[in-house]
């Protein structure tokens, strides 16, 4: 076999091999993508049984509502976390529907990311034009996507809810009078912690930043462990609870203009 032939079987090796990489990479990230989190079966099935809140599904969002909605209802557009279904936000978010006057859309994503949609909130809200007052948030990635949103249309927002999230350099609230509530997990393993509470001066004046003791990623939701999670300390039911409580203080301080410094260190529960 002459140099140039030995060169050239070289290449073809290289090309085939490099071939191989770029198709396992994109078998990976499909499997990745097509294999999102789903919410644990048992508890989304209570959330249908309740007599006090009504699921439904529309167009691949989940809808829950407690009555009729009306001007005085509040609105909350929850955008869900990185790969995980909408579905799976039901069962912690159901509780605050059955409290308060409150209707609760969680849309779907493309690919389950929201990163992919950040205004997807535009569309929930002209859904629902007899709603006067909207809270948008989010989960892990959803609430970053969340304050990005409210950052771009701070007078679409009456308020901004943070669920193990937080905002990023460019999405800065400072220049606007939006109230936020960021509640986090002591037990999160997922969240960059850090860079959480480096960022949370961008929350601005009106912000209040709560973190339940024992609680992780993953119990934001109801959709099982999450890969990189620390395992949380108190039990889902509890930790339900407790941020459906720090929700509904945080709403009823809506009405009363709060203003609570983000120099202020977190409340833990």
Do not use: K
Request: charged fraction near 25%.
């Amino acid at each position: 076999m002459s140099f140039v032939d030995r060169v050239r079987a070289r290449w073809r090796l290289v090309i085939v091999a490099l071939v191989a990489l770029v198709v396992l990479a994109l078998l990976g990230a499909a499997i990745f993508l097509l294999t999102p989190y789903t919410a644990d079966p048992d508890r989304l099935a209570a959330v249908e049984e309740r007599e006090d809140v009504t699921l439904e599904r529309v167009d691949g969002a989940v809808i829950l509502t407690g009555g009729e909605v009306t001007a005085e209802t509040t609105g909350i557009v929850l955008y869900p976390g990185a790969r995980v279904e909408p579905e799976s936000y039901a069962p912690t978010m159901a509780p605050l529907v059955a409290e308060r006057d409150v209707l609760v859309v969680i849309p779907e994503m493309p690919l389950n990311l929201a990163v992919l949609d950040s205004n997807a909130a535009d569309d929930v809200m002209a859904t629902h034009p007899e709603v006067d007052r909207w809270v948008v948030g989010g989960h892990s990635l959803g609430g970053a996507m969340a304050c990005r949103y409210t950052a771009a249309h701070p007078d679409s927002a009456d308020g901004l809810l943070l669920l193990a999230a937080y905002c990023d350099d460019g999405d800065d609230l400072r220049e606007t009078d939006v109230p936020v509530l960021s509640i986090q997990g002591s037990e999160d393993g997922v969240i960059d912690a850090e860079a959480e509470r480096e960022n949370r001066a961008l929350l601005g004046d009106r912000s209040r930043i709560v973190e339940i003791d024992g609680m992780n990623h993953a119990q934001f939701g109801a959709y099982g462990d999450q890969r990189g999670d620390d395992p949380a300390t108190i039990a889902d039911h509890e930790a339900s609870d407790r941020l459906v409580e720090r929700t509904l203080e945080w709403l009823d301080e809506l009405e009363e203009s709060p203003s609570v410094s983000v120099a202020a260190p977190a409340a833990a529960y």
